[in-house]
């Protein structure tokens, strides 16, 4: 699983279309008539500095794999054991009996069910968005690197301009 490969045009694609739906709800903060903005859209500097985007895929694979250590209850030497170990979990009943801390487990807050429910939810939900012949295991990783990637990024973006994150991540 390369993190460096960007994914296919009609993944990003939808991505796009997703994230300017979701800004149009930031409409009025973004322009409010202030004299410090509320608001800054902004890239990820990782996407334009390459020493950026190497220091926040080694952090976000850090954080990744402490959190599937806390979610999974054992340690892993690094990101490579801890694929290893998901490449092992090819069904959702086999994830949800390696889980340990079930309080760490969360793909939406408003979904209920069993995490084997859960995870085939997820799966059927973003298949379009996963490498072709994706399953469980590849959620997993994908879902603990990805979103520690995410958080990381806006913490640092954040830290850059000297402002405090909007938030609205009710999934993760």
Known sequence: MSSNTPPPPDVQLYYLAKHAINLMGYRDLATAQLDAPIVVVTPFRSSVDESESEFLLN?????????????????????EE?????????????VA?????????????DWTGSIEEQISRSLDLHDHLLPEGS???????VQ????????TDLLLKSRYLG???LLDAPTS
């Open 59 to 79: 952090a976000s694979q850090r954080d990744g794999v402490a959190h599937a250590e806390k979610l999974f209850g054992r340690k892993f030497s690094g990101v």
């Open 82 to 94: 801890f694929f290893e170990f998901c490449s092992t979990l090819d069904t959702p009943e086999k």
């Open 97 to 109: 009996a390696q889980i340990t801390d079930r309080e760490r487990f969360l793909f939406d807050t």
């Open 135 to 141: 399953g469980p295991s590849q959620l997993m990783a």
């Open 144 to 151: 603990s690197i990805g979103r520690m990637t995410q958080a």
């Open 163 to 165: 402002g405090t994150p």
